[in-house]
């Protein structure tokens, strides 16, 4: 199986990078900017059926919550429109896609840990900008996962 990773220079695209050694029956192949913009649809969507992808990790993000507040378009083009890209690549070729998200969907005023069926309230850009992109892979008919983190660490 090919296993594309996007975003494989951040934290958790390095992690899944020295733990591939450990599944040597996949083919795994780690792709960053700028080699490879989700927000270019042409480009993400040849390079995606020319190498034949199954699979596609999503580790792809804008995450400085604080300045996304200023850079709102950008969070919007990484966040939303890059996941957009990434769904409609993958219907191209019937593969799957597991999507990194955020508890930050949450409005955070919950006294108990969130399960994945309770009511989103993303507050800010940051957030309404992965809600956006969760979206996009919920109402796709792509085979899909989405995980929501709340932190990530080596």
């Known amino acids: 199986m090919k296993i ?23 083919d795994f192949i780690f792709k960053d900017l700028p080699e490879l913009d ?17 699979v596609v990790i999503n580790c792809a993000a804008y995450t400085d919550v604080d300045k996304a507040e200023e850079e709102v378009e950008i969070s919007k083009k990484v966040n939303t429109l890059g996941v957009k890209h990434l769904v409609a690549s993958i219907e191209n070729i019937q593969g799957k896609l597991i ?15 969130y399960k994945e069926d309770d009511k989103v309230d993303p507050i800010g850009v940051y957030a309404n900008s992965k809600r956006e992109g969760e979206l996009a892979v919920i109402k796709s008919d792509i085979d899909a996962i989405i ?7 080596s």
Do not use: M
Not at 4 to 26: C, F, M, P, R, W
């Open 4 to 26: 594309l990773i996007i975003g494989a220079n951040g934290q958790l695209g390095s992690e899944i990078q020295d733990l591939s050694t450990n599944y040597v029956k996949n």
């Open 99 to 113: 999507h990194l998200s955020t508890d930050y969907v949450f409005n955070g005023k919950n006294y108990l840990p």
């Open 38 to 54: 989700i927000c270019n649809f042409k480009l993400l969507n040849d390079y995606i059926s020319y190498n034949k992808i199954d």
């Open 147 to 153: 995980i929501r983190t709340s932190w990530l660490y």
